[in-house]
């Protein structure tokens, strides 16, 4: 297999350190102290590790997820992140190694996860760390992007055009990336479902001059007023970023190492690593011996079962026992109101029999009172010789005899 060709120069900024993997085997890499590091997993390179799919002629399109630990340990150093959205997008390993990582070779275990067939592929990346002649740059910016992920931002197209803008506006002999940071890392919100919403990325450029004066507009009190009242502040080279950059100039950070006072903090002196002698270790025998529950179950379940059968029982003898009866409240009555009582009560019995007894139709009040056909009309009858208590209030067509027709209109003529 030939080794692919080369990304063209103008792809390949000089400020970061960016790799991507060509091959399974161990390999060896470079990252340089106080530059980023951009080491790129290529899903395509990996898919010749796992089994092609049943069917000839499909396109294979495997899920493939990455694990990525330092040798030996469950995770990454401290420096190093790692990034990946989906399983069907690239990873990205990145991350600014410090002067105290100079001279040590770090072994990276990457391992990828074939989601489709739960296979796996492994092999190592010796990341070897190495001073750089510039570093530390004495004057640092840290700018606040808020329309990219990390993942956008860690592409060499993308960072370039970032680079280039922040020359233009610094105009630097000397320049690079120091770090780059996701927002989520810092203490941001995951942004809503929304389109071209996105997280944000902290990005730190560094220079070997002073601060410009436009970056150093953020600093006047007309700018740190509109910040605090949530204003975006008034930047004149704000205009060389927003075509494709939306800086938030409210949360840029300019740091000048030479003036940062450094503080010493004394640690004790690290030990040997070895625990001290306690003796030998001596385990609990096998043989445990036998424990009484009796007393737990008392306190458990025959003591709340006890208060509750004394609660029981008053609550049945009063009220059970202490009730006072028909006889005692009629002997407590008056009289003359047990004599009203009864009166109203045989009044009421009275008017129910003598209710039962009455034959009434039940009352049509829901028929009409005429006939929407020929106008016949009910008129209105009352009879002497009919008994109105008994009879009812609305009677049925069917059984009235008399009945009178409306006189029908004539046509004119």
């Known amino acids: ?7 063209p120069p103008t792809l390949l900024p000089l400020h970061a350190v960016i790799i991507l993997s060509r091959s399974h085997s161990d390999r ?7 530059v980023l590091f951009v080491h790129v997993l290529v899903r395509e390179h990996f898919k010749e590790e796992f089994p092609p799919y049943p069917k000839s002629g499909d396109t294979s399109d495997d899920p493939i997820t990455f694990n990525t630990n330092l040798k030996g340990y469950p995770d990454r150093p401290g420096w190093l992140r790692y990034i990946q959205r989906t399983p069907h997008s690239d990873g990205v390993l990145y991350g600014s190694p410090t002067a105290e ?8 275990e990457i391992t990828a996860y074939n989601r489709r067939t739960f296979e796996t592929a492994r092999h190592n990346l010796v990341i070897n760390i190495k001073a750089t002649e510039e570093f530390p740059l004495p004057y640092q910016a840290e700018f606040y992007i808020k329309n990219m992920n990390v993942e956008e931002m860690l592409a060499s197209e993308v960072l370039g055009d970032f680079f280039g803008a922040v020359k233009n506006v ?25 389109n071209n919403l996105k997280e944000g990325v902290y990005v730190m450029i560094g220079a070997d001059v002073p601060f410009s004066s436009c970056l150093r507009e953020v600093e006047n009190p007309h700018n740190q007023l509109r910040c605090s009242q949530e204003m975006e502040p008034v930047i004149s080279c704000d205009k060389k970023f ?8 409210c949360k840029i950070t300019l740091v000048d190492i030479n003036k940062v006072v450094p503080v010493y903090i004394s640690r004790p002196d690290p030990g040997a690593g070895i625990l001290p002698d306690f003796g030998e270790y001596n385990p609990p025998p096998e043989s445990l011996t036998s424990r009484d529950y009796f007393y737990d179950f008392l306190v458990t379940l025959a003591v709340p079962s006890a208060v509750a059968l004394v609660l029981f029982l008053i609550l049945g003898y009063t ?11 009629n002997m407590q009555t008056p009289a003359i109101q047990l004599v009203h009582h009864s009166s109203i009560q045989k009044s009421s019995k009275e008017l ?3 209710s039962k007894n009455r034959e009434i139709s039940w009352p049509l009040s829901t028929l009409p009172v005429f ?24 009677q049925t067509q069917a059984n009235l005899q008399n009945q009178i027709t409306i006189p029908q209109q004539r046509p004119s003529g």
Request: positive net charge; glycine residues 8%; aromatic residues 6%.
């Open 28 to 34: 060896n890499v470079y990252a340089s102290a106080g």
């Open 352 to 354: 129910r029999s003598m």
């Open 101 to 108: 990582h100079v001279g040590k070779a770090m072994v990276i």
């Open 319 to 329: 009220m059970c026992c202490r009730r006072e009866g028909v006889g005692k409240r």
């Open 242 to 249: 927003r075509a494709q950059f939306h800086v938030d100039w």
């Open 1 to 7: 297999m030939s080794p692919p060709p080369p990304l």
């Open 170 to 194: 610094w105009q630097p002999e000397k320049l690079n990336t120091v770090n780059i940071t996701s927002a989520l890392d810092r203490g941001g919100r995951v942004p809503l479902p929304i």
């Open 371 to 394: 006939n929407p056909v020929s106008g016949e009309v009910v008129p209105p009858i009352h009879p002497d010789n009919y008994e109105t208590t008994s009879m009812p209030l609305m």
